[in-house]
């Protein structure tokens, strides 16, 4: 948006303007107007965002006076009367200059050497223009130069007249003091949006914060109290500010942290009938104690808010995400997993899932224990990769207040506890360290746990789902992975087929995900998008499910970005050449069972099935008669 804004007295004045700063890059806005205008127009501008206005002479005068943004003046420099002189030196009578501002002296001594019969004449408005006018040829005076107002009386009352115009260098400078004057309004406004920004956010912390706030100065008198404080504490005297802090709290001990300069932190505190939790913390600047300011919590509110916390978590992260139905595949392969996951989710005995990184093995732990008995009881995950030994152990198990191995005060239930009643997901088992290997061993088979520091045996009744993209048995014969812990978790065992495993799968992924990407606006990018996917035919997809994911959310932010499937093919795995490789399969090495499944997933449509077979629709139904596939038999 332009921020600039020329108000001129002349048309050629805005012309000249207009150029330059187009030449110069510079964005800007132009008008004429006469005096009397010029206030309305600056009005409007400013309140349609204009930050600086560039105009000249009497009418920059009147806006500085009247605006409360920068006004640049385009001042009639010296070289401004150049061309003037010129004419004046022809004349043979006394001159009439006509200004608003003083003028210059360099143009006075012009006029003493040239020997100018000069006279000069001011003026603040319209009114006093046209008197100024009159009262030089009155006084004699056969030729005038000024501006643009004085010109339109001179040329009423047939008195000759040259009009002083801006030079380039004028011109230029004006333009650059505009835009100088510009870059510091943005940057302080740009500075006080964020500093009211930051007091806004303080304000709120300090409304709207759960904990009572007092603050006091260096000579223990109150600055502020917020709502908190007045209803957590017994507080006397309002208004508070200005007090001294023992007249409203007799009970505190903020002049002592004051005295000495201590912090106070984590004390409990009886203040009248009310426990509180406080901390005392003093303002030092520059080595000086300025004041210090209590915070404070109400012991009741801690634990209230402690409940609802543990309630929340409760609902929030200890539940399953998926189904079985939210699952995509029509392949045997998936189709297979599934229908044994299902048959699993109904015993209570431990699970082993394995399959390669991203095949959807959490997605499986989640579904199953979605279609269990235990679907209503808690679902809790644990991620046994990237945790030390003692971190891990205290997330399985627990601890109480002093044992934390994070330094955290209090106690916190473990993973086990948790998922009383439910099921514990252990995601990436392969991952975990052997002391915590051990330890699972252990839990499983007494079926119960002691918190870290804690002397109490809890009962547990958790269902353990286990996964892994590490070969066990072979992990297990190197020494790498606990064999009794294996036996113990695989009691079921659950492979998950990886992507290239899974036939025409990927189809039924890139038809789901495009249409979410693109909701309404699919059918604009579907002739593209099914040129690419057809070059997905063949490929491994070694990251599988997630590396197909993330390279159809790429493909889709290019495709809005109106780049061509050839760019886009380009960014894929290899730059598209083990794509392009993998797609020159030839019909003939397509099974019956591979193209019933194409036929299936494009819903018995030939068109998209023999396009996805990367052939014509005259090879397929050739191929199809081959190998005796009639569509009508196709459920």
Not at 7 to 19: D, G, R
Request: net charge neutral; charged share 25%.
């Amino acid at each position: 948006m332009t921020q600039i804004l020329l108000i001129s007295p002349s048309e050629m004045l805005a012309e000249q303007m207009k150029t330059i700063a187009e030449e110069r890059g510079i964005g800007i806005e132009t008008c004429t107007a006469i005096l009397e205008e010029a206030e309305s127009i600056a009005i409007d501008a400013i309140k349609r965002g204009i930050k600086v206005i560039i105009s000249r002479s009497g009418m920059a005068f009147l806006l500085k006076q009247k605006c409360h943004i920068p006004v640049v003046d385009t001042k009639l420099t010296s070289g401004s009367y150049i061309n003037a002189f010129e004419k004046i030196r022809m004349v043979n009578g006394p001159v009439a200059f006509f200004s608003i501002d003083k003028i210059q002296d360099n143009v006075r001594s012009l006029c003493y050497f040239l020997h100018v019969d000069a006279n000069y004449y001011y003026f603040k408005d319209t009114e006093g223009a046209q008197a100024a006018v009159k009262q030089a040829i009155k006084d004699g005076n056969i030729f005038g130069v000024g501006g643009v107002l004085t010109k339109k009386f001179a040329e009423k009352l047939q008195l000759d007249y040259y009009t002083l115009e801006n030079t380039r260098e004028d011109i230029e400078t004006a333009l650059d003091t505009a835009q100088q004057i510009l870059q510091s309004v943005l940057e302080g406004e740009r500075r006080n949006h964020i500093l009211q920004l930051h007091l806004k956010r303080y304000e709120t912390i300090f409304n709207y914060t759960h904990d009572g706030i007092i603050a006091i100065d260096k000579k223990g008198k109150v600055e502020v109290v917020n709502k908190q404080a007045d209803d957590i504490l017994p507080l006397k005297n309002k208004p508070y500010e200005g007090r001294h802090i023992e007249e409203i709290l007799p009970e505190t001990k903020l002049p002592s942290v004051l005295q000495n300069g201590n912090k106070e932190l984590d004390e409990l505190m009886k203040i009248g009938n009310v426990i509180i939790n406080t901390n005392r913390v003093p303002i030092i600047v520059d080595g000086e104690i300025e004041g210090v300011v209590a915070t404070f919590r109400d012991i009741e509110s801690i634990k209230n808010s402690e409940q609802k916390i543990r309630s929340s978590l409760h609902r929030k992260g200890l539940a399953s995400r998926y189904r079985f139905a939210d699952m995509i595949g029509e392949s045997r392969a998936i189709r297979r997993a599934i229908r044994i996951a299902k048959s699993y989710a109904h015993t209570n005995s431990n699970i082993l899932i394995s399959g390669e990184i991203g095949t959807g093995k959490e997605m499986f732990a989640h579904a199953i224990h979605h279609e269990s008995n235990r679907r209503n009881k808690p679902f809790v995950t644990i991620n046994c990769t990237n945790y030390s030994s003692q971190a891990l152990q205290a997330d399985l198990l627990g601890y109480e207040n002093g044992f934390s191995p994070f330094g955290i005060k209090g106690s916190k239930e473990g993973a086990f506890e948790l998922a009383h009643g439910g099921t514990l997901f252990l995601d990436k088992i392969g991952d975990s360290p052997l002391e915590v290997q051990s330890l699972l061993a252990r839990i499983i088979d007494a079926k119960e746990v002691r918190r870290i520091g804690g002397d109490k045996v809890i009962p547990i009744d958790v269902r353990i789902i286990a996964s892994t993209s590490h070969n066990l048995t072979k992990d297990a014969s190197q020494g790498h992975f606990l064999e009794e812990l294996m036996y113990s978790l695989s009691v079921l065992t659950l492979h998950i087929p990886s992507l290239h495993e899974r036939d025409m799968d990927y189809v039924l992924f890139c038809d789901t995900w495009f249409h979410r990407n693109f909701g309404a606006d699919y059918v604009l990018y579907k002739k593209k998008i099914d040129i690419i996917v057809h070059y997905f035919q063949g490929y491994e997809w070694k990251g599988n499910i997630r590396q197909l994911s993330n390279i159809i959310e790429r493909i889709s932010v290019l495709l809005k970005n109106d780049m061509t499937v050839e760019e886009i093919i380009s960014t894929l795995p290899h730059g598209g050449n083990e794509l392009i490789r993998n797609q020159n399969v030839t019909l003939g090495k397509w099974t019956r069972s591979s193209i019933v499944e194409a036929l299936t997933a494009s819903h018995l449509n030939i068109s998209r099935t023999a396009r996805m077979l990367n052939c014509s629709r005259s090879t397929l139904y050739k191929k199809m008669k081959e190998l005796n596939i009639k569509v009508n038999n196709i459920r």
